[in-house]
């Protein structure tokens, strides 16, 4: 192992963090999840680079954090919004896992937030909180002797505007994007310019650059463009670091490349297809580089706290005695009584998970071989679960044996997740010894819904990485699903459909059904692969240590391009002073190439002759 010597300190922007069991995180969707276990792995991979690591995670302070349990810090960063300036205050955390966490806090800002609700819903309110927590998270970044700047998502993408040029020219900003379908597009107000001076930014200078997007504001953008005009990369979750496949390859197409691709599929014109970068050409023209996120060894069964006995008795203790996590006595009492871990090698205990999970669902022990299949998620547009209701009864009538258990809520406000909910609710009371449907969210049920379940359905319009299909694969529980983004890693020990054409929804259920009837085909009369199946996924290697070991040369090499742009600028300000006299001759006819004959070197060239 090489001897740590350089020192690297890094600030991390992002709006969740997870790490929702302590109080003091939150947790929306994969965005948490990652935020919360990638800075310990980035340490750990940093070490075996010869790099002492240093992590700081910036995040708002959302109303519901005990700050009492936090270190406020003698700190006031300036913020001005509609030119009003205001104070944030600042506080900080450190977790027992030695990673550092930096609040930044405004009641009028933040006092509306709760557990479950941290994005506003109007684009304006919104569009404002990012700019004032940005203005924020850079003023103490400029005074936090950072070496890098790494980016998560939109919400943070206003930073490096306020970090300036003069830091931009000296630390690298780097931007990863977890879904690209939200890019922050406000709508203007007043026009470009005027939108843009009422966050604190220069609208005239700012707007047509990088901002504008059809008339609207939009973030991700302008941070794209930042970001790589600064020499920092933009990765997204899924794929390699060309982005020859997942997420960092579809961003890439535009709508003509997957209409083509979704009339091959079918063999006819497809009524409407779904594009990942929503129309943001920039995508096509950057480099996107796709680091594919892990999951840590906690989620493996032989780890999984959920299923052990200590831990739900902690929880239960938490719930009181009139709330049991457990709604069936006899599964309540045996999940308490002693550990149900299991791994590749003990798949006797998750056959009686499977058997606790039918108990728990359908209130009797389980007769002959049941298939459970199973769903966890939320009823929202993305993981298009409404999919699953379309498929139901076709899958009852065709094994008579296969068993519905599904665990999915909307979103208060989603009419479509609502409706979905209803239909639901009506399959599990048309069949209540075949569908079992839960609208409550339960986190020790969620595990031992994946856990004693045979297969997993996974019908998500687009994944940008994809972490259930992880979580399922790791317990041994086969996902069946669409072959969309990031959920191709799991394809060699999964069914996947391929289907582009959303507006045939009869078409898409037809190809999601027949994935499942294979899997029920190989279960009832093959299972001898579906066994070879379930040991693969089990064997899936998860772990963050190629991934962060990525991003860690990612760091390095951000700090090799600032050397290269330092050096380029030396090139020209070399070569002006050997031009004297004749500057003015050379600027007349100096005229560099555009498009495909560009050169970026003449380009910044000719903006120092300016």
Same mark, same amino acid.
């Given at each position: 192992m090489p001897k740590t010597s350089k020192k690297m300190r890094v600030a991390m922007p992002a709006w969740e963090i997870g790490r929702t069991g302590s109080g003091l995180g939150t947790k929306i969707g994969g965005l948490g999840v990652v935020v919360e276990e990638l800075p310990p792995e980035l340490v750990k991979a940093a070490a075996k680079q010869g790099i002492d690591l240093e992590i700081e995670t910036l995040s708002p302070c959302f109303a519901h954090y005990d700050k009492s349990r936090l270190t406020k810090l003698d700190l006031r960063l300036p913020v001005t919004i509609e030119a009003y300036t205001f104070n944030f205050e600042v506080y900080e955390h450190v977790f027992p896992d030695g990673q550092k966490v930096v609040y930044f806090w405004d009641e009028w800002q933040l006092s509306w937030t709760n557990a479950n609700a941290i994005y506003p819903s109007d684009p304006q309110m919104a569009i404002k909180l990012f700019a004032a927590v940005g203005q924020a998270m850079a003023g103490y970044i400029k005074q936090g002797n950072f070496h890098t700047v790494h980016l998560h998502d939109y919400h943070v993408g206003l930073v490096p505007f306020y970090l300036g040029d003069d830091f931009l020219r000296e630390v690298p900003v780097h931007l990863t994007i977890h879904n690209a379908t939200y890019q922050g597009i406000t709508p203007l107000i007043g026009g470009g310019y005027s939108s843009l001076d009422r966050l604190n930014l220069p609208g005239e200078k700012l707007f047509h650059k990088y901002f504008d997007f059809f008339d609207n504001l939009n973030v991700m953008k302008a941070c794209m463009l930042k970001v790589h005009e600064t020499g920092g990369k933009i990765t997204?979750?899924? !794929?390699?670091?060309?982005?020859?496949? !997942? =997420? /960092? /390859?579809? &961003?890439?197409? +535009?709508?003509?490349?997957?209409?083509?691709?979704? =009339?091959?599929?079918? !063999?006819?014109?497809?009524?409407? $297809?779904?594009?990942? +970068?929503r129309h943001l050409d920039l995508f096509e023209k950057l480099p996107i580089a796709g680091i594919t996120n892990g999951m840590s060894d906690i989620n493996r069964p032989e780890n999984l706290p959920e299923l052990k006995a200590e831990t739900l008795a902690q929880m239960q203790a938490r719930r009181g005695p009139h709330n049991p996590i457990f709604k069936n006595p006899t599964v309540q009492t045996e999940m308490l009584a002693r550990d149900h871990n299991f791994d590749a090698n003990n798949l006797a205990m998750k056959a009686e998970l499977k058997r606790l999970l039918h108990l728990e669902t359908f209130g009797v022990e389980p007769i002959w071989d049941p298939i459970l299949i199973t769903a966890v998620g939320r009823l929202v547009e993305q993981k298009n679960l409404g999919l699953v209701a379309d498929i139901i009864e076709r899958t009852l009538a065709y094994d008579g044996g296969t068993k519905f258990i599904l665990l999915a809520s909307a979103p208060e406000g989603d009419a479509g997740g609502k409706a979905t909910e209803a239909n639901f609710f009506r399959l599990a009371a048309l069949y209540p010894q075949r569908v079992y449907f839960n609208n409550t969210f339960n986190q020790p049920l969620s595990k031992l819904i994946l856990a004693g379940g045979d297969f997993t359905l996974i019908p998500s319009r687009f994944e940008p990485c994809g972490l259930v299909d =992880?979580? /399922?694969? &790791? $317990?041994? +529980?086969? $996902?069946i699903g669409r072959a969309i983004g990031g959920l191709v890693k799991v394809r060699h020990c999964a069914y996947l459909y391929d289907w582009l054409d959303i507006s045939d929804r009869p078409g898409e259920a037809n190809a999601f059904f027949w994935q499942i009837k294979a899997a029920i085909d190989n279960y009832r009369s093959n299972h001898a692969h579906h066994d070879y199946l379930v040991r693969t996924a089990m064997a899936i290697n998860s772990s963050w240590d190629a991934s962060a070991a990525q991003y860690v040369e990612m760091y390095r090499y951000g700090l090799l391009t600032k050397k290269w742009q330092k050096s380029r600028r030396q090139l020209i300000d070399k070569f002006l002073s050997q031009l004297n006299t004749e500057q003015e001759l050379f600027a007349e006819f100096f005229i560099p190439g555009r498009q495909e004959y560009t050169d970026r070197l003449d380009w910044e060239l000719k903006e120092a002759l300016s």
């Open positions: 997204t979750v899924s !794929g390699d670091i060309a982005g020859t496949w !997942g =997420y /960092a /390859a579809e &961003l890439k197409e +535009n709508h003509a490349a997957v209409w083509a691709r979704a =009339y091959a599929q079918k !063999g006819s014109p497809p009524g409407e $297809v779904f594009v990942p +970068n =992880y979580e /399922a694969s &790791l $317990v041994g +529980n086969v $996902v």
